[in-house]
């Protein structure tokens, strides 16, 4: 079936509140070298898609400005040099960009078949907080089995994911949340303890359930509001990874000292900026790793809601109050 010349996309004519997100029309993006085409079936919503709709994350020169970073639909054009997917494949995708709308363009290094018994809504929960997760806690933060984290926003796609997987592994899970239902959550997820962060000190908490010894990640989205007591937290030789700066960026008078006393690592990244042999290395490492946890039913993504396209502005209203557990979809 030949291609639409056009495509509905979600259009960013200027920043601030949802609503400032409206339906426009456009021609199709290009597929260069390396790329696929995918018609979109369903696209997650992500926090940073929040920030780059009020001004605060760019995309990189060489990627779409149109909002979306996950998507699950079929391939429907392949670029010059992939033979890793065929035309009519159904697949999930890293976009750079791009997702909220009908066809998007991503490099196939970046996509993944949907696994066993996937639909497209299950699919495209995936990619965003599957890269971002596998990327922080296991590759730079090196989590393994018998160890302990400390997952911090327990209830959100990310903290979803990073529950289901750290327990996977055979790690032992903390993690916080803003209720005592979604503490509750988090413990039917795998986390051995829910911490009420609004009810609780959850440095407190973690001294009593460890011991005192600590434990040897903390997986964080706050920043700089949580600083130093992720410093404190941490058991000798941990690592502190940072994914997201949610309580500041810029942290004062605190105290370092148990970066050397305990010998411990400090690391962050944000995935959008990584290169594309970078996220094909971690796409490999998904797809050898936990792929077959997905199709087996050991580990699923968590989906609060599923909202039609038209709805974007609902769904990112819904983003913004913190209120849901799991992912946020739309579907087309």
């Known amino acids: 079936m030949p291609l639409p010349v056009e495509m509905r996309f979600i259009d960013l004519p200027s920043f601030g509140e949802p609503e400032v997100m409206t339906i426009a029309k ?194 964080d989205m706050i920043g700089a509001a949580y600083l130093e007591k992720n410093l404190s937290v941490l058991a000798k030789d941990g690592c502190l990874s940072i994914i997201a700066f949610l309580g500041g960026n810029v942290a004062e008078n605190v105290n370092l000292s148990p970066i050397m006393v305990k010998r411990l690592t400090v690391t962050g990244s944000t995935m959008r900026p990584r290169t594309a042999d970078e996220k094909r290395a971690i796409r490999d490492d998904l797809q050898a790793e936990v792929w077959p946890l997905l199709g087996e039913g050991a580990v699923a993504p968590v989906i609060h809601t599923v909202l039609p396209f038209e709805q974007v502005v609902e769904a990112h209203r819904l983003m913004e109050t913190s209120t849901h557990i799991g992912k946020i979809v739309v579907t087309l």
């Open 26 to 219: 456009g021609p199709l993006p290009a597929v260069r070298p390396g790329e696929i085409l995918v018609k979109v079936e369903a696209a997650g919503i992500n926090r940073p898609d929040v920030q780059q709709r009020k001004g605060a994350y760019p995309p990189p020169k060489d990627a779409s400005p149109i909002l979306g970073l996950e998507i699950a639909g079929e391939v429907a054009a392949l670029g010059e040099g992939v033979s890793e997917f065929r035309l009519g494949d159904k697949v999930c995708a890293l976009a750079n960009g791009g997702g909220y709308a009908e066809y998007c363009v991503v490099p196939a290094g970046q996509a993944l078949f949907w696994p066993k018994d996937y639909d497209a809504v299950r699919a495209a929960a995936l990619p965003e907080t599957f890269f971002t997760v596998w990327a922080n806690l296991f590759q730079m933060a090196g989590l393994t089995e018998g160890e302990s984290v400390l997952i911090h926003g327990g209830t959100s796609g990310i903290g979803t994911t990073a529950i289901q997987l750290a327990k996977a592994f055979g790690a032992t899970i903390y993690a916080t949340a803003g209720s005592r239902e979604k503490c509750e959550a988090c413990e039917r997820l795998g986390a051995t303890r829910g911490i009420d962060y609004k009810t609780e000190d959850f440095t407190a908490v973690i001294r009593e359930v460890t011991g005192g010894k600590g434990v040897d990640v903390v997986l």
